[in-house]
């Protein structure tokens, strides 16, 4: 593995944030709907922006695990301080996707550790390397991690050291609504409902306390017992959530950040099988607005 393959890595995460930025309608979370900031408080095309202030850093954490060669306690330092450093990267270009960044950055490490390996080696190394503690953290305690030892819910930092189910969640829900002949936007939205459904997204907890958070796995519950955004009840109940949170100014970032994780790992794997089809069997592809990722991938392209 080479320093190219670092950066391919690193862009192939800011890829797939980009995707789930450009997503829409994503209730409550930033989109291209977005000309004013709305309820969400960033702006799509600020966040888009600064989303392209990630790759050095995850580079940075690709190159650092393929020279360690091991989820060691080492590693998971260095992956913070470099952390630590993208994340001022990340605000001087507006700010924003620290959720991602944890999530992403986990998953381009554990990437590098495991090359050419499927969705669930990649997830295991993951969990592997978020089960050390961060000696170098800071003393003072982030605002997820005051929310989650208020609430004892998971937070950010559980969700990788129970080795990311919701990412599990996220990826079996592409493969179930793309089998339906859900549309990759349609699919992309399910997944990010599923996750929304059951996760305890400490953003959530912290706007909108126990109860907020379960009216909004609810409402997320209700679209994909509805039939998912696929169908004609299902889209009906998306557009009712959306408003609802809207209006209630509340936005499930954690959920958000999840699913660019997903997108990552998905698009990965479709790689991979691409590359480990027999060479009489590829056949040269077309792909719609590729202008959107690079690489390329159908699953990346809205």
Request: no cysteine; net charge positive.
């Amino acid at each position: 593995m080479t320093r190219r393959h670092d950066e391919a890595l690193a862009q192939a995460a800011v890829d797939a944030l980009t995707v789930q930025l450009a997503l829409a309608p994503k209730p409550g979370l930033p989109d291209p709907r977005d000309l004013a900031a709305r309820t969400t408080g960033r702006d799509h095309r600020s966040l888009r922006w600064s989303a392209k202030a990630l790759a050095p850093g995850l580079a940075a954490m690709a190159a650092s695990a393929r020279r360690t060669g091991a989820p060691t306690p080492h590693l998971r330092a260095e992956l913070g301080a470099i952390g630590r450093g993208t994340e001022h990267s990340v605000a001087l270009a507006g700010g924003g996707h620290r959720g991602a960044l944890w999530t992403l950055g986990l998953l381009v490490a554990a990437s590098a550790l495991t090359q050419g390996a499927g969705a669930r080696e990649v997830m295991a190394a993951a969990k592997r390397i978020a089960a050390h503690p961060d000696r170098r953290a800071p003393l003072r305690p982030s605002r997820g991690s005051t929310v989650s030892a208020k609430y004892g819910a998971a937070g950010a930092r559980g969700e990788a050291r129970a080795g990311f189910p919701h990412l599990r969640r996220a990826l079996d829900a592409l493969t179930v609504s793309r089998s339906a002949g859900a549309t990759e936007p349609q699919a992309r939205l399910d997944a990010l409902l599923t996750v929304m459904s059951t996760l305890q997204d400490t953003e959530l907890l912290h706007t909108a306390g126990p109860l907020g958070l379960r009216h909004v796995q609810e409402g997320a519950r209700r679209v994909l017992d509805a039939g998912g955004t696929a169908t004609k009840a299902g889209a009906e109940a998306l557009e009712s959530l959306d408003a609802d949170l809207q209006a209630r100014e509340w936005s499930p970032r954690g959920s958000a950040a999840l699913l660019a994780g997903a997108l990552f790992l998905d698009a990965r794997q479709g790689r991979e099988e691409l590359r480990d089809q027999p060479q009489r069997t590829r056949r040269p592809q077309r792909w719609p607005n590729t202008h959107l990722v690079s690489g390329h991938h159908p699953h990346l392209t809205p």
